[in-house]
């Protein structure tokens, strides 16, 4: 009915960029707030990310400076671009769609399948 599809993950060196997009598409009426999360070998996954419809933001405090968050709502996609990539940046990283309003007006949270991020030193 709905589906978050991400891309743009991969293999960078500690110091490099990337930059991730998470395509929503299906019985979309309305995206709401959007996050992006990410989950270590062995770890919870925690928030990395998020943007409300209105553009507002906030970052988790080991990304502040390095990520940015951003969004294109005419094409139902959110971003986020990696810069300074640091080794425990290493993840897979997960979109997220909160509060998401369907054609037939049902809320939904959905999730994205992840993207592997891998930063060598």
């Known amino acids: 009915q709905v589906q978050l599809v991400e891309s743009g993950g991969g293999l960078v060196q500690a110091g490099g960029s990337l930059r991730l997009s998470c395509a929503a598409s299906?019985?979309?009426?309305?995206?709401?707030?959007m996050g992006w999360y990410r989950q270590a070998a062995g770890k919870q996954r925690e928030l990395v990310a998020a943007?409300?419809?209105?553009?507002?933001?906030n970052y988790a405090d080991s990304v502040k400076g390095r990520f940015t968050i951003s969004r294109d709502n005419a094409k139902n996609t959110v971003y986020l671009q990696m810069n300074d990539l640091k080794p425990e940046d290493t993840a897979v990283y997960y979109c997220?769609?909160?509060?998401?309003?369907?054609?037939?007006?049902?809320?939904?949270?959905?999730w994205g399948q992840g993207t592997l991020v891998t930063v060598s030193s």
């Open positions: 943007i409300t419809s209105g553009g507002s933001t």
């Open positions: 299906g019985s979309i009426f309305r995206l709401n707030a």
């Open positions: 997220n769609a909160d509060n998401l309003l369907t054609k037939t007006f049902r809320y939904l949270e959905v």
